[in-house]
Structure formats: structure tokens, C-alpha cells
């Protein structure tokens, strides 16, 4: 007779086999919603770029979601810590990444995707708007679309990521970022099987992030169909670091910068390092009844360790990985959250319009108070009416492994024991479920370095050759 573990393994295997899809989000006025439950959906999330920017390769058949071994590693690791969103910036449309989104798919982790990259001509350039906005560049982010379009747990696009980060681009820059969403929403919408939300990722800069919000999220003419207006507005923010007040992170300000907003709003990144280990204090305040009445939660940067030290989780180039003490912090910290307080809505929220464009809304004398958007250039239009050539089309398909297969390790150095994904019903999104991770670990054996992960951290962990990809794949 089986024994209850290995049954209990059994179950979530054959669980784990069938093509569960998690319910799609909606943005409805202020909120994002659970297209089935109606619940308010918070994002509880971290940023997912192993390698940073310079380790994205095109070409190379690998980018964050393109090797179902590690994904499901991460995937392990980030359902225990809680979240429920990952923001992945740098994406290679033309590679493979079905068991991923599958695998993230299976344990309530929804995507929210940048559709540029950091290479020449993949992204607006502030210094030469018109020579980048082009039909290379659409047919770009267009195959984006294209490759994660039939994903139910892809919760949205950004067209943009902090495209002004000093005043003088204020004056040239916002028409070009509203050009680029209407391209992209008018894509979907003659090419996808369903909405799919386009929102835009900003800098904290004071004294343009008024504006930035204004003009982007308002609608030209008064039209609800505006196409060119943003779905949601993330903020790339670092104003709190360590143990401060509400007031002296300067969250109060934010608060009263968005307070009348109409559409969901967001922190696209957060967690500032300068204080270490970080506490993770503002994660209570983000979270908390001041906040979320008029934002929607917040993505942590970031899951992996890099040069620049905001990592949760050190990855190797072996596919092993140790936990380090930032991700047991914060994974106290979101279970401490009141979730069903979260995911209460509001019905006046969620019934909120946008105001119609009017440069009585622009307050800085030198942003953009014109909203004569560019015209879309030559070539793009073709790509809008009929698609792009030959698109990489994505779908969900079955995940038949569960357990992760290489060692991981806490933060005390123990190894983990009986890492795997739980697959969760197909309504359900992932929340932090009070499990600690210090907690499940075996003690390293003494006098023992076979059990410690090998060699130094990689660029975020990833395969250094597509030999490696082929060595870890499911």
C-alpha cells in the first residue's frame, strides 16, 4: 500500500497534468477584478530578471521564461514567498516559452510583461522619438503580443518604462508613449482572443510624475474607447528605506498625487536597499487601509541576485539556489497581510470613467499640453490590419512535473526539503499562506561542500550556453 506521502505526490502530479488556466484580470475603473469571482485582485509581486538587462541575449533561444526547469525551481520558491505577480522586463518573442507561462500558470502567478528590451531599436529613444518610432519597431513589440497573447495568467502589457526621467523630456516624450499604447491595444484588439490591459511604468520623479499621470491617463475627446489612454500606471518607486514613517517616506505625497485616480495604480517596482538586511517596512504601508484605497499593491525589486544587491534568492550557474535573508523577511512580511480585507472591492471604484483630456490638466509649465498624437508610421498600419509575419504563438500546455529537481537551499545554508509547485483550482491566484521557509530546512551536513551550491552566482543564475538550457530542460 502507498504511503500517504508518496500519495499525496501522486495527486498533485496527476493534478499538476491537466491544463488548468487561471482566471483572466480585468481593469474595471480604479481596481484590477477577477473576471470570474469579481474579487479586487492586489498584486503582490516581484520583479523576475535573472541576469539583469545585460544578460539578455536574443538570439540565443534563452531569456527569464524560455526553461521550464528553472522556472519551475522559481516558481516553487516565489508560490511559498506569497506572490502573485511577476514583472519580466527583457523578452525574446521568438523563443519558446509555453512550459513557463504553464508552470506559473498552474500555481496562480499572473505575468506583467514589458514589451521592450534594452538593445538598440527595441525601444522608444527619448533623443530621437521620430527615428524610433517605426514599423521595425512595432513588429517588435507586436510579436510580444503575439507570443504571450493566448496566456490566461498574463495580466498586461507596459508600453513604456520610465521613458521620462528628467523635465525636459516631458515636453516631447508623452504623445509618443501614447502612441505606442494605441498601436498595441488596437493590435489586440484585432488579434488576440481577448482585452488585454496596456499600462505604462514611470520614474519617481516628483516633479514630473503629476503630469506624467495626467496625461496619459485621461481620454482624448472625451472617448471611453480612447485607445491611446494607459489601462493602469505602475511607479517605479525607492522614496522608503528602512524604518520610516508614512510621512517620511513621502508616501503620503504619492497618495495625494493619485487620489483622484480612474484607473489602477501601482508601485512597478520597490524596496529600497540602501538599509540592509532590508526589513521590508513598507510593505505593511503599501498594503495598509492608507494605500489601497487608491493603489493596487507593488512589485518588490527584484527575485534575483545581481551586481546591483536587491536580490531575494542567489542563483548559480548549476541551477542550484540559496535563499538569502531578504526573502524570509519579506515573506513575514506578507503573512502578516490581511488578504480578504484585499480583496474586498469598491463598488464606486471600480465605476469610475476617466476625465477627458484638457491641458487644464497639465500643471508643470514645460510638459506636454498638446494631445495631438503621432500618426502611426509607415508600414505599421498593414501589421495592425493583418498581424505580423509568421508570429511565435504561445499556449498552455500540461505540466507533468512538479517536484524541483535540483537542491535549494535557506538561508541558515540547510537544504530544502520537498521544494515543488502546489497547483492550485483554476479560479484561484496565489497568496502568501504563512508557510516559513527557515523553517523547512534540513541543517547542511558538517564538514560536508558537495551540499553547498557550486561555483560563484552566475549572471542571475541562467544557463551560460544553450548546452545548459538542453541539460536542465523539462
Not at 510593505?283 to 527575485?303: D, H, K, L, N
Amino acid at each position: 500500500m502507498p504511503s500517504a506521502s508518496k500519495l499525496l505526490v501522486t495527486l498533485f502530479t496527476l493534478a499538476a497534468s491537466f491544463v488548468a488556466a487561471v482566471q483572466n484580470i480585468d481593469v474595471r475603473g480604479s481596481e484590477f477584478v477577477n473576471n470570474v469571482t469579481s474579487d479586487r485582485f492586489q498584486i503582490i509581486g516581484v520583479a523576475y530578471q535573472p541576469g539583469g538587462s545585460a544578460g539578455f541575449n536574443p538570439g540565443s533561444g534563452v531569456d527569464p521564461l524560455s526553461n521550464g526547469t528553472l522556472c519551475l525551481r522559481d516558481a516553487a520558491l516565489m508560490q511559498r514567498l506569497g506572490v502573485n505577480t511577476i514583472r519580466v522586463y527583457n523578452l525574446d518573442p521568438s523563443v519558446n516559452h509555453d512550459m513557463c507561462a504553464s508552470i506559473f500558470n498552474s500555481v496562480g502567478i499572473y505575468l506583467l510583461l514589458d514589451v521592450n528590451s534594452p538593445l538598440p531599436n527595441d525601444s522608444l529613444n527619448p533623443g530621437d522619438l521620430t527615428g524610433s518610432y517605426n514599423s521595425a519597431y512595432l513588429n517588435r513589440i507586436f510579436g510580444v503580443v503575439e507570443a504571450f497573447k493566448n496566456y490566461p495568467n498574463l495580466l498586461g502589457f507596459f508600453s513604456g518604462n520610465e521613458v521620462m526621467q528628467k523635465i525636459g523630456e516631458g515636453s516631447t516624450v508623452p504623445p509618443y508613449v501614447r502612441a505606442v499604447t494605441r498601436d498595441l491595444k488596437n493590435y489586440i484588439a484585432n488579434h488576440s482572443p481577448r482585452k488585454i490591459p496596456v499600462g505604462y511604468s514611470a520614474a519617481d520623479v516628483r516633479d514630473i510624475l503629476p503630469d506624467s499621470f495626467a496625461y496619459l491617463s485621461c481620454d482624448i475627446d472625451g472617448q471611453s474607447s480612447d485607445m491611446s489612454r494607459i489601462d493602469f500606471f505602475g511607479l517605479n518607486s525607492y522614496s522608503w528605506c528602512g524604518d520610516l514613517t508614512f510621512q517620511e517616506s513621502s508616501y503620503d505625497q504619492l497618495i495625494q498625487i493619485f487620489s483622484n485616480t480612474t484607473i489602477p495604480i501601482f508601485f512597478s517596482e520597490y524596496g529600497c536597499n540602501d538599509v540592509q538586511p532590508r526589513q521590508f517596512f513598507e510593505v505593511p504601508a503599501v498594503y495598509g487601509a492608507e494605500m489601497t484605497g487608491v493603489m493596487s499593491g507593488g512589485i518588490i525589486y527584484e527575485y534575483s541576485q545581481e551586481p546591483n544587491d536587491f536580490g531575494l534568492v542567489d542563483l548559480y550557474a548549476n541551477g542550484t539556489a540559496a535563499l538569502l535573508v531578504d526573502y524570509d523577511s519579506l515573506q513575514r512580511r506578507y503573512n502578516e497581510l490581511d488578504i480578504e480585507r484585499l480583496q474586498s472591492g469598491n463598488a464606486s471604484a471600480i465605476a469610475l470613467q476617466s476625465p477627458e483630456c484638457s491641458s487644464s490638466l497639465i500643471m508643470g509649465g514645460g510638459f506636454a499640453k498638446s494631445f495631438e498624437i503621432p500618426s502611426i508610421p509607415s508600414g505599421g498600419q498593414p501589421l495592425i490590419d493583418n498581424g505580423i509575419e509568421n508570429p511565435n504563438i504561445g499556449k498552455l500546455v500540461p505540466v507533468t512535473e512538479t517536484a524541483v529537481p535540483m537542491d535549494v537551499y535557506g538561508s541558515n545554508g540547510g537544504l530544502l526539503r520537498d521544494l515543488a509547485i502546489r497547483p492550485l483550482p483554476q479560479d484561484q491566484s496565489n497568496i502568501p499562506n504563512g508557510q516559513d521557509t527557515t523553517g523547512s530546512t534540513s541543517a547542511s551536513p558538517s564538514g560536508s561542500t558537495s551540499d553547498s551550491p557550486s561555483g560563484t552566482s552566475s549572471a542571475g543564475g541562467m544557463p551560460t550556453s544553450t548546452s545548459d538550457v538542453g541539460q536542465l530542460a523539462i
